[in-house]
Structures are given as structure tokens and as C-alpha cells.
């Protein structure tokens, strides 16, 4: 396998293993620790072997064509840069895996856990190689909703649900501005490529648009990574098991912006646009999470604040513009995920073990877990900068960046000395977490005797810290190599020269870390005690919460102005609604034919033809009959409705649509049976009789009757003119000359469908799926109460007895409506099956395909319900739709994906004939497997309905029972 190949695995691998984690069973922990385990290593080990393809500026490229007529082309690209954060994302979710085995109780739902956090990395590994910026785009909105997942994964907790909801919220509309900038980032070089933009770095920077494409670009990057004034979501995502929190906040999700401005620093930076937005919410997020980090009674949550304050660090880094402040925030930025990493697996250790995260009831316990403390000491003390440890050296490189001359500024003027104060306040904290935490008196009323954790709970623990000492004694063997590659990737020819040697001497950063270590300690022994009793406000800045602001933002816009808003434009009715629909889209179809004229030419009348006429007038009665008995007779509506639609079946025929009039035809059938289910929903119909009609009512009608006139006949007026235009070559004969030749399939509608325009059914039956779900999670809440609901055992009974008789009884009167016997019905099942395969095989060349082949088959399930209910089909069928659906949706991707391996674009389909033995040649095309694709999913959602509205009219039936029950005992 080339080491172009290996790029996709990277990122498909995590997937794969995602999905598997998801079909294991609850009991199978270790296997599924085993197998996110061996996922991890085997991408690390990609990783590894794929550093001598990158190192000294050399870049490995795949890319694969996607649509490349609007270049927007899957391309993968690892330089150093991304090499290196590939090595944070695997070899610190290996650890995780490995820690999270122990940390995860035996009653939480493992499968889901391992799965959300599989599919998170490679969201991750995605983002950090991808070279589309639409594709890096796309990988930074997967992060967003994987960890939302993550860190809502316990679910049943408000405090999951509420940071869950916060992060995406912040980070989705973060999302979305920076796809807007990273697509004027596109229009100004002409190119997505991440090649071509990282080569235009003064032609970005001239542009007119530079600065909204930066101000949308780093509101996707400072949002990510929790930059002031969003770093709010952060320290409330803190809800969310440990093993996430190590992840998210030392090699992931927080890293993701920092990693996006470090990227496109070559061509972003330098400006004083940049130097003052970045470096003002650099500065700012520095001093204030060090700040909020101090107050903080839980241990996660002081380590939340501190990750914020070191990603303002490495954000003040990179807005200074020079070199060496790059290499300095690259640098930290590896730092960092080491010693965080480590530290928020100590605190998961300690409140596991202990049974609590609240300082204020944690001391003493070095001697109940001698090892995991001193494993905490030494990672504390990396994060705070303490000499011959690796977070030492990147402090000292900032330290010497921040004195240097940027800009002619305030800002430049006050950087030093805040970063000095940062640096006293992380210090603090640091020596707070260690000596509350650690020394003083044995806790006392403890939920959880303190002991020291299983070996290989702390085995990951023990190998960050190595790192951190390692790294920290002899830089120059361990990271010197590594760190050249990556800041060759992104500076480039503009690399400098840099130091990693421990001892620089006596100078200027040396002193200011000797500061910030002194006044740290003095600092903590002088708040020691307030600390102790104080709540987790800081002083002076108790107004100033995050979330306090973010949820009366939240409801200001979702509440209030929404509701004015819906007050406004809004009503309960479905009518108003429709009415505003239709009249903005004829005022949007008449006003360009208002402007440029529109000549119709009406056809004569020897060229019409009387039978046509008659039929359509047997179409017209049959609508405004339904319009009419819709009031009055539900059932006698639907079967005019069912008339009108026969005739749209007719009138394609008649027009040499023979795929149109069949699939026509069998949606036919499936919606008039939904809709006999639905109509038991509505209520009692009114009776027949004379009701005086008010002036208001008859101009409402009369108003909706004019409306439907002109809409319909400008919709007929365009489809007359574009079927009569005089084109010399229209798009219908490119089709008729290449579907053979190009797709295989002599039925052209379904080698339009399959092939030319395959990638629009992707997002058609896409879009069914989603419709499906959605429909059966609106009318689920409606169902009887779940088994898991403990209910008398006689009660039970009865409610499946109630059950069994609602759907015996609506089948019989669907039955009497349709005046089908049962067994018909029964008898009926195979010889549908076999018409569905028959017009699926045919598809390709005759009228058919998936999507009819699926309404047919979905078809004999609705034959099956109507015979034996829901329960029958369930339990005699077992009929899985979202399986159905899940299937259909993965065969089309992968279908269309299987065309990479051969270089060609997403979708590209391949036809030959095979010669099969008494048979003979047969044709067979690649396109068959999305038809099958589609097949199975129109199955699903179809069935998927079926069940949803099923049980909706058992549920009205048992009401309709138990209020006629209550009336004749009233009576």
C-alpha cells in the first residue's frame, strides 16, 4: 500500500472502528476496549511509518475527485505540522482507551462511549490532514458534533445535556462563519486547495476581503478553542466523563483552533488586523482563565480554566507575527497535551478512587496513593512552568517572544508584564492543586476510601509524565527532530533559528520565571485560607459568567425575539401558512416574466387531441370533488383524490413517461393506505348541513380560489413554454447519446438517476431517511408507555389485549374500505416480492429501478400490516426499517467511494457484461449497487411510517374507546 493510501486509512479506520464499537453488546467491555485499543495503535502506527515521507518540508498528497468542475476534490495532505498533531490524536487516544477501560463503570452503556469517541478521532485525524478547505470544513463540524455527544454521553444528567448544548451552540455558530470565510478565502485565490491558498499569502492579505474572511476565520478558531469572550463553554463541558475531558482539552477539540491559526498563519498573519484581534483575545483569555483557574473548587474545573489560560497562550504566541513566537506556540502546543492529558487523568484517578473532585474535601492523600500523587506533582509543575520540565522551555520561549518589539503599542507595550501576572497565576493554581489536594490533615467523611488505582489505570498517567521529564531534561534528542519537521511545514523558508537547550543563561525570561515562581507561591499562601472556604466566583469578577450570558443570549433570541417574530408571521394554521408559501413563490416565478415578457404560444386546436381532453376533465372533477367532499366524506375525498392521481399517471404515459406513470402509480397506493391510517386522527367530521356563509368567509374562499387558479396555471404556462421552446440541442438529447455508452443502461430516466446525477440522489434519499426518522420521533411520543415502565402485571395484560384489538379492528375497517380479504392479502406477499426484484433487475434498461422496486416491496408490507397489524409484521417478518435505512444509506456511500480506489470521482460508475454459464452474457454496472442502495432504503422509511402512524391510530383508538367508555358511564 502506498503511503498515499495510508492517508485515507487514517481517517477511515476510526470510522470502521466506530461502527463496530456500536453493534457490540453492553457485556462485551473488554472487547470493546480491545478493539478502540487496537484502532488506536494501528493508526499510530500509520502515523509512525509514514514520518519519513514528511520530514524536512516533504508533503504526502492524495487526492481524490469528488467535483472537480467546482473544485471541490476530497484531497488529504500531511505535512510535519499535521504529522505531528496526527501523533497527539492516536497516541493520546491509545491512552485514553487504555484509561478509560478502568475508569468506565460496568453500568454505562461502553458500546457508545468507545463508539462516539472512535468516530470523534477521526473527525479529528480528518481535520488535521484534509487539503480542501470546503473538506476541513466539513471534518471541524463532525468534531463539533462528536463531542457534543461525548460530552453529553451521560445523558441523564441536566448538567451532561446543559454543557453539551453549550459547546454546540458555540462552536456550530463559530462553524459557520468560518465556512463563510474559508469560501472567500477560495473566491480571492481561485482555488479551495490548501496548496494554492498556503502559496497566496500577499495576495490574501491585499485583498479587499482579507479582513471579513479573517474576522469570520477566527471566529471559527476562537470559538473552538474557548478564546475570550467564548471561553465560556469550556469549564461547563466539564460534565462529561474524564477520559473525554483528558482528550478534548489536551489533543483535540481545544487544540483545533489553535491548530487552524497555526496553519494559516503564513498567510493570515502579519497585518495589524490580526495582531490586534488575535492578540487582544490571546492576552485576554491568558490573564483571565490563570484568574478564574485560582477560585475553582473542583479539580476539573480549575483544570479547565488553565487549559483555557495555556490556549490563550499559544493564541498570543501566534498573533505576535514573528517566527519564533510560531515555533514557540507549536512547541507548547505538544507541551501542553502532555502534562493536561496526564493531569485530568490524576483527577479522574482521585475521583474515582476517593469518590469526589471538591477540593475542599480533599486533602492528605499522598498517603493513601503515594504514586498517583507524585505522578500529579510532576505534571502540576510542568504546568507551571517549573525548570528541567517540558512546559519550562515553551514558557521561556514565550517569555522571550513577549519583550520583543511587534507593534507600536499598547497592547505590545502590556504584553510582558501580563504574561508575567499569568505566569504568578499559574503558579498558584498549580501549587494549589498540589498541596490542598495532596498534604495537609486525612480527609474526613469521604464518599470512598482513598487507594490507589489499578496498575493499568495509571500506566497512561506514568507515560505522560515520562514525556514531561524527558522532554524537559533533553529536548534537543526527544522533541528537537519532530518539532524541526513540523514548523518547517508551516513557516517554511521563513524558519528561524531556535534553542531548545535547557540553560540560556541569565537573562531576561529567566528573571521573569523566576518572578512568576516567586509570586505564585506568595500568591497561594496569602489566599490559602480564603480559598479554602470561598465559592468558585472570582473576587471582582462574580458578574462576569459565561453561561450566566450565554443563556440570557440564548433566551433573548430563541424566546423572545422568536416569539415576536412568530407572533408576527406565525399562526397555528396550516392554510395561512401554505397561503404565504404559494403567493411568495408565484410573486418570485411572475416578476422576471412581468420584467423580460413571456410569449405563449397556444397550440392550435386541430393539434389537440379529444381523448386527452376527456381524461383530463375526468382529472379536474375528480380534484374538485375531493376539495369539495373533503368537509363532509373523508373516505369518498381520498378515493377522488386517488382519480386525480390515476390521471397524473395517465397524462405521463401519454407523454412517453413510462418510469414517471409507474412510480406514480405505486406511490399512489402507499399514500392513499397512510393516509386511510391518518384519517382516524382527525376529529369527528361535521354533518351536512346548511351553515350561513359570513362576507368574511365567502372573500377568504374566493381570495384562496384565485390564488390556486393563478398558481396552477403559471406553473402550467412555464411547463407548456419550456416543452415548446424551439432549442436546437437540448440537455435530453446529450442523455439519449451517452446513457448507453456512458452508463450502460438503455432506460435513461434511471441512468440519469443512478449515474449522471447520482450524486443527487445521495442527498434525495438522504433526505428521505432523515424525513422518516423524523416522522417516526414526532409521533412516537404519542405511543403507549414503553415496557420499561413498571405497570401492574394485570394491567399489562390488558393493555395488550387493548393493543392487539385496536390494530384487529383498524384492519378491518381498512380491509372494508378496500374490500381485500386477509388471506388475499397473505398470498398476495410473494408475488409482490417477486414483481419488486423484477422491476429492480430491469431497472437499468426498462422502466423501474430502486425507488419503484422499494414502493412495491413496502407495498406488500402495508398488504401484510392491513392482514395482521403491526405486531405480526414486527414479530412474523422482524422488520428492522432503520436497518433498512442505515443499509441503503452506506451501500450508496460506499458505492460511490469504491470508485476512489480506482482514481475516478465519487459515484463514477463501471458497466461490462459478464458471461454467466446457460445464461450467457449478462449486463452488469456498478450502478446497480446504489439502486440497491436506494432499494433498501425506501423500504425502510416507507415501513418506518408505516409503523409510526400504526401505532398514532391504536393510541386515537384506545382514546376514542375510553372516551366512549366514560360517556355511556356518565350517561
Given at each position: 500500500m502506498t503511503n498515499e493510501n495510508f492517508l485515507l486509512l487514517l481517517i477511515l479506520l476510526p470510522f470502521f472502528g466506530s461502527i463496530m464499537a456500536a453493534m457490540l453488546p453492553p457485556s462485551a467491555r473488554n472487547t470493546e476496549a480491545w478493539l478502540s485499543g487496537a484502532v488506536s495503535v494501528l493508526a499510530f502506527a500509520i502515523a509512525v511509518y509514514l514520518y519519513p515521507s514528511v520530514a524536512d518540508g516533504a508533503v504526502v498528497r492524495r487526492e481524490i475527485e469528488w467535483v472537480p468542475e467546482l473544485g471541490l476534490n476530497a484531497t488529504l495532505r500531511m505535512d510535519g505540522f499535521a504529522w505531528l498533531f496526527s501523533m497527539l490524536i492516536t497516541g493520546i487516544g491509545f491512552l485514553v482507551v487504555l484509561y478509560a477501560r478502568y475508569y468506565m463503570s460496568p453500568k454505562d452503556p461502553v458500546p457508545r462511549f468507545f463508539s462516539f469517541l472512535l468516530a470523534f478521532?477521526?473527525?479529528?485525524?480528518?481535520?488535521?490532514?484534509c487539503g480542501n478547505l470546503i473538506l476541513l470544513a466539513i471534518f471541524w463540524e463532525l468534531t463539533s458534533i462528536f463531542s457534543f455527544l461525548l460530552i453529553g454521553y451521560w445523558h441523564h444528567n441536566a448538567a451532561a445535556r446543559d454543557g453539551a448544548r453549550m459547546a454546540l451552540t458555540i462552536t456550530g455558530v463559530g462553524g459557520l462563519c468560518l465556512l463563510v470565510g474559508l469560501i472567500i478565502i477560495g473566491h480571492i485565490v481561485g482555488s479551495y486547495d490548501l496548496d494554492a491558498v498556503l502559496a497566496s499569502g500577499d495576495l490574501i492579505r491585499s485583498h479587499d476581503l482579507y479582513a471579513p474572511a479573517l474576522l469570520l476565520i477566527l471566529m471559527g478558531a476562537l470559538t473552538k478553542s474557548a478564546q475570550f469572550p467564548f471561553h465560556f463553554w469550556l469549564p461547563n463541558a466539564m460534565a462529561a466523563p474524564t477520559p473525554v475531558s483528558?482528550?478534548?482539552?489536551?489533543?483535540?477539540?481545544?487544540?483545533?483552533?489553535?491548530?487552524?491559526?497555526?496553519?494559516?498563519?503564513?498567510?493570515?498573519?502579519?497585518?495589524?488586523?490580526?495582531?490586534?484581534?488575535?492578540?487582544?483575545?490571546?492576552?485576554?483569555?491568558?490573564?483571565?482563565?490563570?484568574?478564574?483557574?485560582?477560585?475553582?473548587?473542583?479539580?476539573?474545573?480549575l483544570l479547565a480554566y488553565s487549559t483555557i489560560s495555556h490556549l490563550g497562550l499559544i493564541t498570543t504566541l501566534l498573533s505576535l507575527g514573528s517566527p519564533l513566537g510560531a515555533v514557540a506556540a507549536i512547541f507548547h502546543m505538544v507541551n501542553h497535551a502532555t502534562f493536561k492529558a496526564s493531569l485530568f487523568m490524576a483527577a479522574g484517578i482521585i475521583d474515582h478512587e476517593a469518590g469526589t473532585r471538591d477540593m475542599r474535601k480533599l486533602s492528605g492523600l499522598f498517603s493513601f496513593m503515594p504514586f498517583t500523587a507524585t505522578l500529579a506533582m510532576v505534571a502540576s509543575a510542568a504546568m507551571a512552568g517549573v525548570p528541567l520540565l517540558n512546559g519550562f522551555l515553551s514558557k521561556e520561549m514565550f517569555f522571550a517572544e513577549t519583550i520583543e518589539q511587534h507593534r507600536a503599542s499598547l497592547l505590545d507595550t502590556l504584553t510582558p508584564y501580563l504574561a508575567t501576572l499569568a505566569g504568578a497565576f499559574a503558579v498558584t493554581y498549580s501549587v494549589r492543586f498540589i498541596h490542598t489536594v495532596f498534604f495537609g490533615p486525612k480527609p474526613m467523611d469521604l464518599p470512598r476510601q482513598p487507594h490507589e488505582p489499578p496498575h493499568w489505570m495509571r500506566r497512561p498517567v506514568e507515560l505522560l509524565v515520562l514525556a514531561c521529564l524527558v522532554i524537559g531534561v533533553v529536548p534537543g534528542i526527544t522533541i528537537g527532530p519532530y518539532l524541526h519537521t513540523a514548523v518547517v511545514s508551516v513557516l517554511g523558508e521563513r524558519t528561524p533559528y531556535y534553542s531548545l537547550a535547557v540553560w540560556h543563561g541569565f537573562n531576561t525570561p529567566l528573571l521573569m520565571s523566576m518572578i512568576a515562581l516567586v509570586g505564585g507561591l506568595v500568591l497561594y499562601f496569602f489566599l490559602k485560607n480564603y480559598l479554602a472556604r470561598s465559592e468558585e466566583d472570582p473576587p471582582g469578577l462574580r458578574g462576569l459568567r459565561g453561561q450566566r450570558i450565554f443563556e440570557r443570549i440564548l433566551v433573548t433570541v430563541s424566546w423572545r425575539w422568536a416569539r415576536s417574530i412568530e407572533s408576527f408571521l406565525g399562526t397555528r394554521r396550516l392554510q395561512p401558512q401554505l397561503r404565504i408559501l404559494v403567493v411568495l413563490a408565484f410573486a418570485a416565478g411572475f416578476?422576471?416574466?412581468?420584467?423580460?415578457?413571456?410569449?405563449?404560444?397556444?397550440?392550435?386546436?386541430?393539434?389537440?387531441?379529444?381523448?386527452?381532453?376527456?381524461?383530463?376533465l375526468v382529472g379536474m372533477v375528480c380534484a374538485v370533488g375531493a376539495a369539495y367532499q373533503a368537509k363532509y366524506h373523508r373516505l369518498a375525498a381520498l378515493i377522488l383524490m386517488?382519480?386525480?392521481?390515476?390521471?397524473?399517471?395517465?397524462?405521463?404515459?401519454?407523454?412517453?413517461?413510462?418510469?414517471?406513470?409507474?412510480?406514480?402509480?405505486?406511490?399512489?397506493?402507499?399514500?392513499?393506505?397512510?393516509?386511510?391510517?391518518?384519517?382516524?386522527?382527525?376529529?369527528?367530521?361535521?354533518?351536512?348541513?346548511?351553515?350561513?356563509?359570513?362576507?368574511?368567509?365567502?372573500?377568504?374562499?374566493?381570495?384562496?380560489?384565485?390564488?390556486a387558479i393563478?398558481?396552477?396555471?403559471?406553473?402550467?404556462?412555464?411547463?407548456?413554454?419550456?416543452?415548446?421552446?424551439?432549442?436546437?440541442?437540448?440537455?435530453?438529447?446529450?442523455?439519449?447519446?451517452?446513457?448507453?455508452?456512458?452508463?450502460?443502461?438503455?432506460?435513461?430516466v434511471n441512468v440519469i438517476l443512478v449515474d449522471f446525477r447520482g450524486f443527487d440522489t445521495m442527498g434525495e434519499i438522504t433526505v428521505l431517511g432523515v424525513v422518516a426518522l423524523t416522522v417516526f420521533a414526532l409521533l412516537r411520543r404519542f405511543r403507549p408507555a414503553p415496557d420499561s415502565v413498571e405497570v401492574p402485571e394485570q394491567q399489562r395484560l390488558q393493555n395488550e389485549y387493548d393493543d392487539a384489538t385496536a390494530e384487529r379492528e383498524i384492519g378491518e375497517t381498512l380491509r372494508d374500505y378496500l374490500m381485500v380479504p386477509s388471506v388475499l392479502m397473505q398470498w398476495m406477499f410473494p408475488v409482490i416480492i417477486t414483481l419488486a426484484a423484477y422491476l429492480f433487475l430491469r431497472g437499468h434498461?426498462?422502466?423501474?429501478?430502486g425507488f419503484a422496486a422499494g414502493v412495491a416491496m413496502a407495498i406488500g408490507f402495508l398488504l401484510q400490516y392491513l392482514a395482521g397489524g403491526t405486531r405480526w409484521v414486527e414479530d412474523r417478518l422482524r422488520i428492522l426499517p432503520v436497518r433498512w435505512i442505515g443499509f441503503g444509506l452506506l451501500l450508496a456511500a460506499f458505492t460511490g467511494m469504491g470508485s476512489w480506489l480506482f482514481g475516478f470521482p465519487f459515484l463514477t460508475s463501471y458497466f461490462q457484461y459478464l458471461e454467466i454459464p446457460v445464461i450467457g452474457k449478462v449486463p452488469a454496472a456498478t450502478a446497480l449497487l446504489f439502486d440497491l442502495g436506494v432499494f433498501s432504503l425506501v423500504v425502510g422509511a416507507t415501513v418506518l411510517m408505516l409503523i409510526a402512524i400504526a401505532h398514532q391510530s391504536i393510541r386515537s383508538h384506545r382514546v376514542r374507546a375510553v372516551e366512549a367508555a366514560k360517556a355511556e358511564e356518565d350517561a
Open positions: 478521532m477521526g473527525a479529528m485525524q480528518g481535520m488535521v490532514i483528558a482528550y478534548l482539552h489536551s489533543a483535540t477539540m481545544v487544540k483545533a483552533g489553535v491548530f487552524l491559526l497555526a496553519r494559516l498563519w503564513p498567510v493570515l498573519s502579519g497585518t495589524d488586523e490580526w495582531f490586534f484581534i488575535v492578540g487582544t483575545a490571546g492576552i485576554s483569555t491568558l490573564v483571565l482563565g490563570a484568574y478564574f483557574a485560582i477560585f475553582q473548587q473542583d479539580l476539573k474545573g416578476w422576471p416574466l412581468f420584467n423580460g415578457g413571456f410569449d405563449l404560444d397556444l397550440p392550435s386546436l386541430e393539434r389537440i387531441e379529444p381523448v386527452f381532453v376527456l381524461i383530463w386517488g382519480g386525480a392521481g390515476l390521471v397524473t399517471c395517465i397524462t405521463f404515459l401519454w407523454f412517453s413517461a413510462p418510469d414517471l406513470a409507474l412510480t406514480q402509480l405505486l406511490v399512489e397506493v402507499v399514500t392513499t393506505v397512510l393516509i386511510l391510517l391518518g384519517l382516524r386522527w382527525l376529529p369527528k367530521r361535521q354533518e351536512k348541513v346548511d351553515i350561513a356563509i359570513t362576507p368574511a368567509a365567502r372573500l377568504r374562499r374566493n381570495r384562496d380560489f384565485f390564488i393563478a398558481c396552477g396555471a403559471g406553473v402550467s404556462a412555464v411547463a407548456y413554454k419550456m416543452m415548446t421552446l424551439p432549442v436546437p440541442v437540448s440537455i435530453g438529447d446529450f442523455f439519449l447519446r451517452h446513457a448507453y455508452s456512458e452508463g450502460g443502461g438503455t432506460n435513461v434498461d426498462l422502466p423501474g429501478g
